[in-house]
């Protein structure tokens, strides 16, 4: 009989003959490397008994042991084409990648021997006291995901008394947004600027009138952008868009490629369609690539609410953030409407030092467990947001599914914030962050 630890052991060593030739080096390692789970290659390797199953389906969300058990049962959940709609990211997908594998670059110092029973997670911000120092980004057209839309969203985040962001391709408006939420404060409004200045104006001063008290005002997005991923997604969605989609006003055998989002419309006067080049609201968005800084000081004009200048992510468009009165929000969109290669993480990296704490601090883009979020309130962020995780939950389960989303993530911080000592948010600072080898 053959002894299958001596062909285990044979194996491994003529592998690492190989991995010695100049010739075969580069062939030779990369087999090493893929066996290394197998031949348990070094004695202290920790041995994954049971791995992540992305194929495991949880029929409850109470099941879910983390977000990405959510993301699976999304995945089965919503059709292909809007699937990659959420999940792709731009050109090469770097940047979307990035988000998520540079937070390992940056290691936490732990802290012991102090009393952590009554920490306080909790962060006061536009006169409201939230639980917690996360929020939901603002997600156009949610009904793309599931019928509960940002109606369930809504309801969830107001539950548990976190901040949201309410995009202005929403399919309810702010004034039932701030409503579903009840006591938790109103929601951020995002803004996506118009061709026709009169109707940007009215939304945002709707989106004042109706409680908002901060705006998110998107300024990344110029140029093109070429999402490849998500069209050979499409490919192998073979639906009619018709049997979801509303048919364009201006063009009847086209439709529009995500369902709902005219909410924030409603109230604008036909007449302003037409100067506005298009009678679709989805189809009026001026091109990003016109704004300027003169665009920022014309909304500071017409709106009390707060700005953040959504998108940033260098350090010299931070300081003028600084120069001129506005927060920063940290953002390149999710990876998803350009691929420079940087992540978010690194951008606050560079960018909380130099600020120096003058202007409030929003960071988002693959911020996805507890430690995470502990680690960008240290290195200087005031409030962390995450898109896609409660998209998940949403796409998995409607409310219930965010409700769970929120659910794990307060846990994962409140566990992550006891664990580095701190008995409040005011005790993170730069000092418990240092970058990994």
Same mark, same amino acid.
């Given at each position: 009989m053959i002894d299958p630890a001596s062909v285990?052991?044979?194996?491994?060593?003529f592998l690492q003959y190989l991995a010695a030739s100049p010739v075969l080096a580069m062939s030779a390692r990369e087999a090493l490397a893929n066996t290394a789970f197998e031949l348990q290659t070094r004695p202290d390797d920790p041995y994954i008994w049971k791995p992540y199953d992305p194929n495991y389906i949880v029929e409850k969300p109470q099941d879910a042991l983390d977000i990405f058990e959510l993301e699976a049962v999304a995945h089965k959940n919503i059709p292909g084409a809007h699937w990659g709609y959420m999940s792709t990211g731009a050109d090469g997908e770097v940047s979307y990648r990035a988000n998520r594998q540079d937070q390992n670059k940056f290691v936490i110092r732990s802290r012991r021997l102090i009393d952590v029973r009554a920490a306080d997670s909790s962060r006061e911000m536009f006169g409201h006291k939230y639980d917690m120092p996360f929020f939901l980004?603002? *997600?156009g057209r949610l009904t793309t995901y599931h019928a509960e839309a940002e109606t369930g969203a809504s309801r969830a985040a107001g539950r548990h008394n976190i901040a949201q962001g309410l995009a202005t391709n929403t399919t309810i408006p702010t004034e039932q947004a701030n409503k579903l939420r009840d006591k938790a404060g109103p929601v951020m409004f995002q803004l996506y600027q118009q061709a026709n200045w009169e109707i940007t104006k009215l939304i945002v001063q709707r989106a004042e009138r109706s409680g908002c008290r901060a705006m998110l005002v998107t300024v990344d997005g110029t140029g093109n952008r070429k999402l490849s991923s998500l069209e050979r997604q499409r490919r192998d969605?073979?639906?009619l868009c018709v049997t979801c989609h509303a048919v364009s006003k201006t063009n009847p055998k086209q439709t529009l490629r995500n369902p709902g989002g005219m909410a924030m419309f409603s109230e604008v006067p036909a007449a302003l369609w037409e100067d506005n080049g298009a009678r679709d609201a989805v189809t009026a968005e001026v091109s990003r690539d016109t704004l300027t800084w003169e665009f920022i000081k014309r909304?500071?004009?017409i709106t009390k609410m707060e700005i953040f200048i959504k998108g940033i992510m260098d350090v010299e468009d931070a300081l003028l953030c600084v120069k001129y009165g506005y927060g920063i929000h940290i953002s390149n969109h999710g990876g998803r409407n350009e691929d420079t290669g940087g992540s978010t993480i690194a951008s606050? &990296?560079?960018?909380?030092?130099?600020?120096?704490?003058r202007v409030p601090i929003f960071v988002d883009g693959g911020f996805y467990r507890g430690f995470d979020i502990v680690k960008a309130l240290a290195m200087g962020a005031t409030m962390v947001g995450f898109g896609r995780p409660y998209l998940w939950g949403l796409g998995a389960f409607g409310?219930?599914?965010?409700?769970? *989303?929120?659910?794990?993530?307060? &846990?994962?911080?409140? &566990?992550?914030?006891?664990?580095v000592g701190a008995t409040s948010l005011k005790d993170l600072n730069?000092?418990?962050?240092?970058k990994a080898l």
């Open positions: 285990k052991n044979n194996r491994r060593k980004c603002p *997600v969605d073979t639906r909304l500071r004009d606050l &990296a560079d960018i909380a030092p130099a600020v120096k704490g409310e219930a599914g965010v409700d769970r *989303v929120i659910q794990i993530v307060k &846990a994962e911080f409140n &566990a992550a914030l006891r664990q730069p000092r418990m962050i240092h």
